[in-house]
């Protein structure tokens, strides 16, 4: 490869080599007499001297361009060595980004199939909830349908019962049921079981309600007060005297032949469920009327 310095050195050697050879070959003629010098040689010494100098400044720079050289070539090692580095850690990161997409992939599959799975799962419960949102507004129309019903079944009630509205009688709505609570003394004779002929075709009107409606089921209850009884015979306490009671009443409502009788239950309660200090209201029967809750089971169950 051509180098500019060297080419500058080299030309300027060989005008000095020149030079050299010029006053070697003038020193070397023969003796002649001598002559006044000429100016010419001093110039020849003088540009002798500026060669020297030239020489000398020349190899200097020569010296710091051969340093400059080397590390400029030192420099291009170390990028060369760099620019490899640069390459194996390129590999390296191509790699790695390889490694990273594929898990990318596999990871958004994965989020994909869990996306899927979450919809399905959503779409079913949203399913499931409309559905059960269906069954309870059905339950609830139900609800309301027997709501209706007790209300007018305690107006019913109350109107063939009102002959009695002041004479121990009460009819009232709690929890879905309509409670019927007649004193004892409407109903029978002290210590008696028998009912009283008086309230007989009161009860029939009652049976006939019951009759018309066959969704009521009927619980009749006989309460006495913490009197003990003192009978004999079959009725020996007031447990007995409560549940013969009962029965009377339940007997007297199954004189319609329309009520099954398996819609009717009679309950003796003794003494112990008392609702006054009063022993005069203590002594009571309770009709309990309660509507079949057959389709709420139903939906429930289903």
């Not at 339940?250 to 003494?271: M, Y």
Request: hydrophobic share 35%.
């Amino acid at each position: 490869m051509f180098n500019p310095l060297n080419y500058l050195v080299m030309k300027k050697i060989s005008i000095l080599f020149l030079l050299l050879a010029f006053v070697f070959a003038v020193s070397a003629e023969p003796a002649k007499p001598k002559k006044p010098k000429k100016p010419k040689y001093k110039e020849l010494a003088a540009m002798y001297q500026r060669c020297s100098e030239d020489l000398k400044y020349t190899t200097s720079e020569r010296n710091d361009f051969e340093n400059v050289n080397r590390k400029l070539n030192d420099e291009v090692v170390s990028l060369k060595a760099q620019i490899e580095h640069l390459k194996e850690d390129t590999a390296a990161t191509g790699r790695r980004l390889r490694i990273v997409e594929r898990n990318l992939s596999k990871t958004k599959g994965d989020y994909d199939d869990l996306l899927k799975s979450f919809t399905d799962q959503s779409k079913t419960k949203n399913a499931l909830l409309a559905e059960k949102e269906a069954r309870l507004q059905e339950l609830q129309s139900i609800l309301d349908q027997k709501d209706a019903e007790v209300k007018a079944l305690k107006n019913k009630v109350t109107d063939a019962l009102k002959g009695f509205e002041d004479k121990g009688l009460s009819v009232h709505e709690k929890n879905g049921k309509v409670y019927v609570s007649l004193d004892a003394e409407l109903l029978f004779a002290s210590g008696s079981w028998e009912v009283d002929n008086k309230v007989k075709a009161t009860l029939a009107q009652l049976g006939n309600i019951l009759a018309a409606d066959i969704g009521i089921n009927v619980v009749i209850e006989g309460h006495t007060d913490n009197v003990p009884y003192r009978g004999g015979g079959q009725v020996k306490d007031n447990w007995d005297l409560s549940v013969m009671r009962a029965t009377s009443v339940v007997k007297e409502l199954l004189k319609n032949n329309d009520i099954n009788p398996q819609r009717i239950t009679a309950s003796g309660r003794s003494e112990y469920v008392p609702i006054d200090t009063d022993r005069a209201k203590n002594r009571r029967i309770e009709i309990i009327l309660t509507p079949k809750l057959d389709e709420l089971f139903q939906i429930i169950g289903g």
